[in-house]
Antibody, heavy 119, light 107 residues
Framework: EVQLQQSGAELVKPGASVKLSCKTSGYTFSNYYMSWLKQMPGQNIEWIGNIYGGNGGTGYNQKFKGKATLTVDKSSSTAYMDLSSLTSEDSAVYFC????????????WGPGTMVTVSS | DVQMTQSPSYLAASPGESVSISCKASKSINTYLAWYQEKPGKTNKLLIYSGSTLQSGTPSRFSGSGSGTDFTLTIRSLEPEDFAVYYCQQHNEYPWTFGGGTKLELK
């Protein structure tokens, strides 16, 4: 059974950084892309970027370049996302989601991590 | 970016009824549209991709149709577990974008 387990909620101060994790199980991590997505209350889900589990190759939504940095640890089948220079606009739920085998849809999702940016 | 517009935002129905949810793209996305279901306490579930292909495990009462800019998710004979929020997502071009969601509520 494919599972994506995300790290717990974060309360961070403006200007700080935070690193979120997504630990996977139930499939061969290095054979798939992982995406990260953002959902603010009442807003559309936004795709942040992808990373390939095999070689760490990345692709980003232009909107999130410089804000998000995606990495993987193949040894632990875990994907990470660093968010930097946090502002209130970064307060949101962040999801990791596996990209499908056949095309660019998201076939398995994590439960999400809530990030709150507040002083 | 391709803008995705879902309608209605809210929909009330009863078990046994059939409902349809619309998703319109701001430009042609061929048939590259996915539908997801969001329920409290559960992870988002992929229902349909490439417009009409049911993901493994999706009940046959769900169907997707459309191409170009206009797409529809139809749920025939609603079951109690179908009351949820539904999202569309275009997977034709970067950056992939989502609709705003349709909340299907129990009448």
């Amino acid at each position: 059974e494919v599972q994506l387990q995300q790290s717990g909620a974060e309360l961070v101060k403006p200007g700080a950084s935070v690193k979120l994790s997504c630990k996977t199980s139930g499939y061969t991590f290095s054979n798939y892309y992982m995406s990260w997505l953002k959902q603010m209350p009442g807003q559309n889900i936004e795709w942040i970027g992808n990373i390939y589990g095999g070689n760490g190759g990345t692709g980003y939504n232009q909107k999130f370049k410089g804000k998000a940095t995606l990495t993987v640890d193949k040894s632990s089948s875990t994907a990470y996302m660093d968010l930097s220079s946090l502002t209130s606009e970064d307060s949101a739920v962040y999801f990791c989601a596996r990209l499908g085998e056949l095309d660019w849809y998201f076939d398995f999702w994590g439960p999400g991590t809530m990030v709150t940016v507040s002083s | 970016d391709v803008q995705m517009t879902q309608s209605p935002s809210y929909l009330a129905a009863s078990p046994g009824e059939s409902v349809s949810i619309s998703c319109k793209a701001s430009k042609s996305i061929n048939t590259y549209l996915a539908w997801y279901q969001e329920k409290p306490g559960k992870t988002n579930k992929l229902l349909i991709y490439s417009g009409s292909t049911l993901q493994s495990g999706t009940p046959s009462r769900f169907s997707g149709s459309g191409s170009g800019t206009d797409f529809t998710l139809t749920i025939r004979s609603l079951e109690p577990e179908d009351f949820a929020v539904y999202y569309c997502q275009q997977h034709n071009e970067y950056p992939w974008t989502f609709g705003g969601g349709t909340k299907l509520e129990l009448k």
